[in-house]
């Protein structure tokens, strides 16, 4: 991959050292360390930006299922885990 753009930033001298003194006792240049990390941040967000828009299309989803009479009450899921209950202590 062509590194070709230049990134400046502002931070705190002893962040700087710090940061510097460990690339050196990893034997790995800085800027491979910033490129690594930059790298998971924009994965890390990629991720979570998907998984919301997979749990909006879940909520919306429901909420047609619900609107169509296809869900149940809390009572009648309540019936239901109570008599899952049952059956699993019975066998245990």
Known sequence: MSKQAV???KLEPELREEFMAEAEASHRP?????????????????????????????????????????GLTSDEVEAQFAARRAQVTKKG
């Open 30 to 70: 800085a800027s491979q360390i910033v490129r690594e990390m930059m790298r998971q941040y924009v994965q890390t967000q990629r991720e979570s930006r998907e998984y919301e828009a997979f749990l909006q299309r879940k909520v919306d989803n429901a909420r047609v299922s619900m609107r169509a009479g296809g």
């Open 7 to 9: 990134f400046t930033m």
